[in-house]
Protein backbone atom coordinates (compact mmCIF):
# COMPACT_ATOMS: atom_id res chain seq x y z
CA UNK A 1 0.00 0.00 0.00
CA UNK A 2 1.11 3.51 -0.84
CA UNK A 3 2.38 5.92 2.31
CA UNK A 4 -0.36 8.48 3.05
CA UNK A 5 1.75 11.01 1.98
CA UNK A 6 2.77 10.05 -1.18
CA UNK A 7 -0.60 8.99 -1.94
CA UNK A 8 -1.37 12.61 -1.28
CA UNK A 9 0.83 14.32 -3.43
CA UNK A 10 -0.02 11.75 -6.62
CA UNK A 11 -4.22 12.44 -6.14
CA UNK A 12 -3.20 16.08 -5.77
CA UNK A 13 -1.03 16.20 -9.16
CA UNK A 14 -3.88 14.79 -11.06
CA UNK A 15 -6.20 17.11 -9.22
CA UNK A 16 -4.27 20.00 -11.36
CA UNK A 17 -3.90 17.96 -14.63
CA UNK A 18 -7.66 17.55 -14.50
CA UNK A 19 -8.93 20.89 -16.77
CA UNK A 20 -6.24 19.17 -19.52
CA UNK A 21 -7.22 15.84 -19.11
CA UNK A 22 -11.07 16.77 -20.13
CA UNK A 23 -9.81 18.57 -22.56
CA UNK A 24 -8.15 15.89 -24.04
CA UNK A 25 -11.65 13.42 -23.69
CA UNK A 26 -13.68 16.37 -25.27
CA UNK A 27 -11.59 17.01 -28.42
CA UNK A 28 -11.00 13.18 -28.93
CA UNK A 29 -14.84 12.82 -28.56
CA UNK A 30 -15.59 15.66 -31.21
CA UNK A 31 -13.71 14.36 -33.71
CA UNK A 32 -13.99 11.12 -34.15
CA UNK A 33 -11.81 8.70 -36.67
CA UNK A 34 -12.45 5.05 -37.12
CA UNK A 35 -9.17 2.68 -37.05
CA UNK A 36 -6.19 3.25 -38.44
CA UNK A 37 -6.90 6.24 -39.88
CA UNK A 38 -6.70 8.64 -36.26
CA UNK A 39 -4.43 10.72 -37.21
CA UNK A 40 -5.51 13.94 -35.85
CA UNK A 41 -6.09 11.76 -32.59
CA UNK A 42 -2.70 10.31 -32.50
CA UNK A 43 -0.97 13.52 -33.32
CA UNK A 44 -3.16 15.84 -30.72
CA UNK A 45 -2.24 13.17 -27.83
CA UNK A 46 1.31 12.81 -28.79
CA UNK A 47 1.58 16.78 -29.46
CA UNK A 48 -0.34 17.45 -25.67
CA UNK A 49 2.01 14.52 -23.85
CA UNK A 50 5.10 16.44 -25.31
CA UNK A 51 4.32 19.57 -23.52
CA UNK A 52 4.66 17.84 -20.25
CA UNK A 53 8.31 16.40 -20.77
CA UNK A 54 7.76 12.94 -22.98
CA UNK A 55 9.76 11.86 -25.04
CA UNK A 56 7.63 10.96 -28.61
CA UNK A 57 8.00 7.90 -31.13
CA UNK A 58 5.30 8.72 -33.71
CA UNK A 59 4.02 6.58 -36.08
CA UNK A 60 5.68 3.32 -34.24
CA UNK A 61 6.30 0.52 -35.49
CA UNK A 62 5.54 0.96 -39.00
CA UNK A 63 1.94 1.44 -37.43
CA UNK A 64 0.93 4.81 -38.97
CA UNK A 65 -1.50 6.00 -36.17
CA UNK A 66 0.48 4.30 -33.27
CA UNK A 67 2.56 6.00 -31.00
CA UNK A 68 5.15 5.75 -27.90
CA UNK A 69 5.91 8.39 -25.63
CA UNK A 70 8.15 8.13 -22.56
CA UNK A 71 9.54 9.95 -19.40
CA UNK A 72 12.16 8.26 -16.96
CA UNK A 73 14.76 6.13 -16.32
CA UNK A 74 16.57 2.96 -16.75
CA UNK A 75 16.56 2.57 -13.09
CA UNK A 76 13.43 1.24 -12.55
CA UNK A 77 10.85 -0.51 -13.95
CA UNK A 78 8.52 0.39 -17.07
CA UNK A 79 5.08 0.65 -16.50
CA UNK A 80 2.67 1.49 -19.42
CA UNK A 81 -0.74 2.77 -19.76
CA UNK A 82 -2.40 2.00 -23.13
CA UNK A 83 -5.08 5.04 -24.69
CA UNK A 84 -7.35 3.94 -27.41
CA UNK A 85 -8.68 6.55 -29.54
CA UNK A 86 -10.46 4.68 -32.32
CA UNK A 87 -14.46 5.21 -33.00
CA UNK A 88 -16.96 3.26 -33.96
CA UNK A 89 -19.09 3.31 -37.66
CA UNK A 90 -22.98 4.26 -37.87
CA UNK A 91 -23.81 6.85 -35.97
CA UNK A 92 -26.03 9.89 -36.53
CA UNK A 93 -28.99 10.86 -37.91
CA UNK A 94 -28.71 8.92 -41.22
CA UNK A 95 -25.98 5.95 -39.77
CA UNK A 96 -23.04 7.09 -41.26
CA UNK A 97 -21.26 9.23 -38.84
CA UNK A 98 -18.53 7.85 -36.98
CA UNK A 99 -18.64 8.17 -32.97
CA UNK A 100 -17.02 7.66 -29.82
CA UNK A 101 -20.02 4.99 -28.54
CA UNK A 102 -17.71 2.84 -26.99
CA UNK A 103 -15.55 6.05 -25.10
CA UNK A 104 -12.28 5.38 -26.44
CA UNK A 105 -11.88 9.12 -26.33
CA UNK A 106 -12.10 8.95 -22.36
CA UNK A 107 -9.82 5.78 -22.80
CA UNK A 108 -7.46 7.94 -24.29
CA UNK A 109 -8.17 10.73 -21.78
CA UNK A 110 -7.61 8.88 -18.67
CA UNK A 111 -4.35 6.91 -19.51
CA UNK A 112 -3.18 10.40 -20.45
CA UNK A 113 -4.01 11.84 -16.90
CA UNK A 114 -2.73 8.87 -15.16
CA UNK A 115 1.12 9.72 -17.17
CA UNK A 116 0.32 13.42 -16.34
CA UNK A 117 -0.01 12.98 -12.98
CA UNK A 118 2.65 10.48 -12.28
CA UNK A 119 5.04 12.87 -14.24
CA UNK A 120 4.33 15.67 -12.03
CA UNK A 121 5.93 13.54 -8.85
CA UNK A 122 8.49 11.65 -11.03
CA UNK A 123 11.45 12.67 -8.58
CA UNK A 124 10.04 10.36 -6.00
CA UNK A 125 10.18 7.31 -7.99
CA UNK A 126 12.42 5.65 -9.95
CA UNK A 127 11.69 4.31 -13.15
CA UNK A 128 10.01 4.83 -16.78
CA UNK A 129 6.37 6.21 -17.66
CA UNK A 130 5.13 4.80 -20.99
CA UNK A 131 2.03 6.01 -22.78
CA UNK A 132 1.24 3.98 -25.95
CA UNK A 133 -1.08 4.62 -28.72
CA UNK A 134 -2.95 1.63 -29.65
CA UNK A 135 -4.82 2.04 -32.35
CA UNK A 136 -8.11 0.41 -34.37
CA UNK A 137 -9.19 -2.15 -31.45
CA UNK A 138 -12.73 -2.24 -33.19
CA UNK A 139 -11.53 -3.19 -36.25
CA UNK A 140 -8.18 -4.78 -36.89
CA UNK A 141 -6.56 -4.66 -33.22
CA UNK A 142 -3.30 -2.95 -33.74
CA UNK A 143 -2.27 -4.58 -29.71
CA UNK A 144 -2.11 -7.48 -31.58
CA UNK A 145 1.07 -6.89 -33.97
CA UNK A 146 2.44 -4.67 -31.62
CA UNK A 147 2.70 -7.37 -28.95
CA UNK A 148 4.17 -10.02 -31.68
CA UNK A 149 6.22 -7.29 -32.18
CA UNK A 150 7.10 -6.92 -28.74
CA UNK A 151 6.11 -3.46 -28.12
CA UNK A 152 5.06 -4.81 -24.49
CA UNK A 153 8.31 -6.70 -23.51
CA UNK A 154 9.88 -6.09 -20.21
CA UNK A 155 6.55 -3.76 -19.31
CA UNK A 156 6.85 -4.58 -15.39
CA UNK A 157 2.89 -3.71 -15.71
CA UNK A 158 0.56 -2.80 -18.23
CA UNK A 159 -3.08 -0.38 -16.71
CA UNK A 160 -6.67 -0.14 -18.87
CA UNK A 161 -9.82 1.02 -17.80
CA UNK A 162 -12.86 1.07 -19.66
CA UNK A 163 -16.60 2.31 -19.18
CA UNK A 164 -19.09 -0.34 -18.58
CA UNK A 165 -22.45 -0.43 -16.53
CA UNK A 166 -20.47 -1.91 -14.10
CA UNK A 167 -17.31 -1.64 -11.77
CA UNK A 168 -15.11 -4.58 -12.36
CA UNK A 169 -11.40 -5.76 -12.01
CA UNK A 170 -11.66 -9.46 -12.90
CA UNK A 171 -12.67 -8.37 -15.94
CA UNK A 172 -13.60 -11.09 -18.81
CA UNK A 173 -12.76 -11.07 -22.79
CA UNK A 174 -13.24 -14.07 -25.13
CA UNK A 175 -10.62 -15.03 -27.78
CA UNK A 176 -12.02 -13.96 -30.74
CA UNK A 177 -11.17 -13.72 -34.76
CA UNK A 178 -13.50 -13.21 -37.54
CA UNK A 179 -13.81 -14.74 -41.14
CA UNK A 180 -15.60 -14.00 -44.72
CA UNK A 181 -16.94 -17.99 -45.86
CA UNK A 182 -17.32 -17.12 -49.64
CA UNK A 183 -20.06 -20.14 -51.94
CA UNK A 184 -19.47 -19.78 -55.52
CA UNK A 185 -22.08 -21.36 -57.57
CA UNK A 186 -23.60 -21.47 -60.90
CA UNK A 187 -26.54 -19.19 -61.79
CA UNK A 188 -29.45 -20.14 -63.85
CA UNK A 189 -32.81 -19.36 -64.47
CA UNK A 190 -34.67 -20.33 -61.10
CA UNK A 191 -38.12 -21.89 -62.46
CA UNK A 192 -37.07 -22.96 -66.47
CA UNK A 193 -33.58 -23.60 -65.95
CA UNK A 194 -33.41 -24.05 -61.99
CA UNK A 195 -31.88 -28.03 -63.09
CA UNK A 196 -28.58 -26.57 -64.14
CA UNK A 197 -27.88 -24.39 -61.08
CA UNK A 198 -26.16 -24.23 -57.65
CA UNK A 199 -27.40 -22.29 -55.47
CA UNK A 200 -24.83 -20.24 -53.25
CA UNK A 201 -27.30 -19.25 -50.97
CA UNK A 202 -28.33 -22.61 -49.95
CA UNK A 203 -25.00 -23.45 -49.53
CA UNK A 204 -24.90 -20.40 -46.98
CA UNK A 205 -28.31 -21.51 -45.43
CA UNK A 206 -26.52 -24.75 -44.57
CA UNK A 207 -23.35 -23.28 -43.15
CA UNK A 208 -25.72 -21.54 -40.66
CA UNK A 209 -27.47 -24.75 -39.68
CA UNK A 210 -24.14 -26.57 -39.25
CA UNK A 211 -23.05 -23.54 -36.95
CA UNK A 212 -26.40 -23.89 -34.88
CA UNK A 213 -26.40 -27.55 -35.21
CA UNK A 214 -23.19 -27.96 -33.21
CA UNK A 215 -23.46 -25.37 -30.91
CA UNK A 216 -25.05 -27.92 -28.27
CA UNK A 217 -21.47 -29.27 -28.11
CA UNK A 218 -19.39 -26.61 -27.42
CA UNK A 219 -18.38 -25.00 -24.23
CA UNK A 220 -21.00 -22.69 -22.71
CA UNK A 221 -18.92 -19.87 -23.28
CA UNK A 222 -18.32 -20.41 -26.91
CA UNK A 223 -19.76 -17.52 -29.24
CA UNK A 224 -20.55 -18.05 -32.98
CA UNK A 225 -22.30 -15.38 -34.73
CA UNK A 226 -23.18 -14.53 -38.45
CA UNK A 227 -24.50 -12.30 -40.82
CA UNK A 228 -25.13 -13.50 -45.05
CA UNK A 229 -23.82 -10.42 -46.85
CA UNK A 230 -24.22 -11.39 -50.33
CA UNK A 231 -27.27 -13.45 -50.96
CA UNK A 232 -28.22 -12.83 -54.90
CA UNK A 233 -29.29 -10.45 -56.92
CA UNK A 234 -33.04 -11.03 -57.90
CA UNK A 235 -34.92 -14.26 -56.84
CA UNK A 236 -35.82 -15.77 -60.35
CA UNK A 237 -32.38 -16.53 -60.61
CA UNK A 238 -29.95 -18.89 -58.86
CA UNK A 239 -27.19 -17.18 -56.93
CA UNK A 240 -24.10 -17.86 -58.21
CA UNK A 241 -22.06 -15.89 -55.09
CA UNK A 242 -22.97 -15.48 -51.69
CA UNK A 243 -21.28 -14.86 -48.83
CA UNK A 244 -21.34 -14.74 -44.91
CA UNK A 245 -19.60 -12.71 -42.02
CA UNK A 246 -18.98 -15.08 -39.06
CA UNK A 247 -17.09 -13.84 -35.84
CA UNK A 248 -15.60 -17.18 -34.02
CA UNK A 249 -15.33 -16.71 -29.43
CA UNK A 250 -14.45 -18.43 -26.80
CA UNK A 251 -13.16 -18.26 -23.05
CA UNK A 252 -9.49 -19.29 -24.07
CA UNK A 253 -7.33 -18.84 -27.28
CA UNK A 254 -6.57 -22.33 -27.42
CA UNK A 255 -9.64 -23.74 -27.71
CA UNK A 256 -10.98 -21.05 -29.92
CA UNK A 257 -8.92 -22.78 -32.60
CA UNK A 258 -10.71 -26.26 -31.80
CA UNK A 259 -13.68 -23.88 -32.77
CA UNK A 260 -13.01 -22.47 -35.52
CA UNK A 261 -12.06 -26.32 -37.53
CA UNK A 262 -15.58 -27.49 -36.55
CA UNK A 263 -16.93 -24.00 -37.69
CA UNK A 264 -15.40 -24.28 -40.97
CA UNK A 265 -16.18 -27.72 -41.24
CA UNK A 266 -19.65 -26.18 -41.69
CA UNK A 267 -18.89 -24.77 -44.46
CA UNK A 268 -17.22 -26.87 -46.20
CA UNK A 269 -20.14 -29.41 -45.81
CA UNK A 270 -22.40 -27.08 -47.17
CA UNK A 271 -20.46 -26.91 -50.38
CA UNK A 272 -20.38 -30.49 -50.14
CA UNK A 273 -24.06 -30.66 -50.29
CA UNK A 274 -24.40 -28.45 -52.92
CA UNK A 275 -21.70 -28.57 -55.21
CA UNK A 276 -20.57 -25.10 -54.61
CA UNK A 277 -17.22 -23.69 -54.36
CA UNK A 278 -16.52 -22.61 -50.55
CA UNK A 279 -13.50 -20.52 -49.98
CA UNK A 280 -12.91 -18.29 -46.38
CA UNK A 281 -10.31 -15.53 -45.69
CA UNK A 282 -9.70 -15.13 -41.80
CA UNK A 283 -9.41 -12.11 -40.18
CA UNK A 284 -5.38 -10.43 -39.69
CA UNK A 285 -5.55 -11.00 -36.43
CA UNK A 286 -6.67 -12.86 -33.92
CA UNK A 287 -8.01 -11.32 -30.29
CA UNK A 288 -6.38 -13.91 -27.35
CA UNK A 289 -8.65 -13.57 -24.13
CA UNK A 290 -7.10 -11.39 -20.85
CA UNK A 291 -4.79 -13.41 -18.45
CA UNK A 292 -5.53 -12.31 -15.30
CA UNK A 293 -2.73 -11.11 -12.63
CA UNK A 294 -4.25 -11.57 -9.41
CA UNK A 295 -1.56 -9.48 -7.76
CA UNK A 296 -1.69 -6.53 -10.03
CA UNK A 297 -5.56 -6.67 -10.00
CA UNK A 298 -5.34 -6.88 -5.56
CA UNK A 299 -3.31 -3.78 -6.24
CA UNK A 300 -6.12 -2.03 -8.15
CA UNK A 301 -8.59 -3.24 -5.74
CA UNK A 302 -6.95 -1.53 -3.24
CA UNK A 303 -6.35 1.38 -4.74
CA UNK A 304 -10.15 1.46 -5.90
CA UNK A 305 -11.18 1.14 -2.43
CA UNK A 306 -8.88 4.14 -1.42
CA UNK A 307 -11.35 5.87 -3.67
CA UNK A 308 -14.58 4.96 -2.50
CA UNK A 309 -15.45 1.89 -4.71
CA UNK A 310 -15.77 -1.62 -3.14
CA UNK A 311 -18.56 -3.00 -4.29
CA UNK A 312 -16.87 -4.72 -7.96
CA UNK A 313 -18.49 -7.12 -10.24
CA UNK A 314 -17.02 -10.23 -11.30
CA UNK A 315 -16.36 -10.81 -14.73
CA UNK A 316 -18.73 -12.62 -16.34
CA UNK A 317 -17.91 -14.71 -19.70
CA UNK A 318 -20.91 -15.99 -20.57
CA UNK A 319 -21.74 -11.75 -21.06
CA UNK A 320 -18.69 -10.86 -22.27
CA UNK A 321 -17.08 -9.07 -25.60
CA UNK A 322 -13.39 -8.97 -26.63
CA UNK A 323 -10.70 -7.04 -27.01
CA UNK A 324 -6.69 -6.92 -28.28
CA UNK A 325 -5.77 -6.12 -24.88
CA UNK A 326 -5.68 -9.69 -24.12
CA UNK A 327 -2.88 -10.24 -26.62
CA UNK A 328 -0.93 -7.70 -24.22
CA UNK A 329 -1.84 -9.94 -20.79
CA UNK A 330 0.42 -12.54 -22.47
CA UNK A 331 3.11 -10.43 -23.11
CA UNK A 332 2.97 -8.34 -19.73
CA UNK A 333 1.61 -8.21 -16.42
CA UNK A 334 -2.34 -6.53 -17.47
CA UNK A 335 -4.89 -4.89 -15.56
CA UNK A 336 -7.37 -3.86 -17.34
CA UNK A 337 -10.85 -2.82 -15.42
CA UNK A 338 -14.30 -0.83 -15.91
CA UNK A 339 -15.92 1.70 -14.41
CA UNK A 340 -19.62 1.64 -14.16
CA UNK A 341 -22.10 4.28 -15.75
CA UNK A 342 -25.01 2.34 -14.38
CA UNK A 343 -26.35 5.09 -12.63
CA UNK A 344 -26.28 7.31 -15.47
CA UNK A 345 -27.77 4.73 -18.48
CA UNK A 346 -28.79 1.55 -18.90
CA UNK A 347 -27.02 1.66 -22.56
CA UNK A 348 -24.07 0.08 -22.83
CA UNK A 349 -21.02 0.48 -25.12
CA UNK A 350 -21.63 0.50 -29.00
CA UNK A 351 -25.15 1.67 -28.18
CA UNK A 352 -26.43 5.50 -29.63
CA UNK A 353 -26.87 6.26 -26.14
CA UNK A 354 -23.86 5.83 -24.31
CA UNK A 355 -22.70 8.75 -26.28
CA UNK A 356 -24.66 11.03 -24.39
CA UNK A 357 -22.40 9.58 -21.08
CA UNK A 358 -19.09 9.15 -22.43
CA UNK A 359 -18.12 12.63 -22.64
CA UNK A 360 -20.40 13.93 -19.77
CA UNK A 361 -20.00 15.09 -16.17
CA UNK A 362 -20.26 12.14 -14.61
CA UNK A 363 -17.99 10.97 -17.17
CA UNK A 364 -15.01 13.02 -16.27
CA UNK A 365 -15.68 12.68 -12.58
CA UNK A 366 -14.60 8.59 -13.52
CA UNK A 367 -11.99 9.71 -15.37
CA UNK A 368 -10.34 11.52 -12.65
CA UNK A 369 -10.96 8.40 -10.71
CA UNK A 370 -9.38 5.78 -13.44
CA UNK A 371 -6.28 8.07 -13.37
CA UNK A 372 -5.60 8.14 -10.09
CA UNK A 373 -6.48 4.49 -9.49
CA UNK A 374 -4.27 3.27 -12.97
CA UNK A 375 -1.52 5.95 -11.36
CA UNK A 376 -1.72 4.78 -7.75
CA UNK A 377 -1.16 1.03 -8.72
CA UNK A 378 1.47 1.85 -11.09
CA UNK A 379 3.14 3.91 -8.24
CA UNK A 380 3.06 1.00 -6.32
CA UNK A 381 4.99 -1.19 -8.63
CA UNK A 382 7.64 1.69 -8.96
CA UNK A 383 8.21 1.41 -5.73
CA UNK A 384 8.34 -2.12 -5.50
CA UNK A 385 5.67 -4.39 -5.54
CA UNK A 386 6.19 -7.64 -7.45
CA UNK A 387 3.31 -8.87 -9.83
CA UNK A 388 5.22 -12.04 -11.29
CA UNK A 389 3.29 -15.03 -11.12
Request: glycine residues 8%; charged residues 20%.
Amino acid sequence: MLDECIKKQLWDAEDTIAPLAEQVSECIFKHPELGDREFFSAGYLTEEIAKLGFKVEFPYMGIPTAFRCELGDEEGPAVCFLAEYDALPGYGPNHDAPAHACGHNWIAASTFAACAALAKIKPLFKGKIVYIGTPAEENTGRKVDMAEKGAFDGMAAAFQMHLDQDFSVDTVTLAMTDFVFEFHGVAAHASSNAQNGINALEACNLAMAGINAIRQHLEPDVRVHYTVMNGGMAPNIVPDYASMAVFVRAGQKDYLEEVIEKVLNCGRGAALMTGAKFEFKRAQNTYYDIKRNKKLNDIMKGQLAGLGITELAEGDRYHSGSSDIGNVSYACPTCYSTLGVGKMTKAGPHEEDFLRIVDSEGAHELLHLAAKAMAGAALEVYLGADVTE
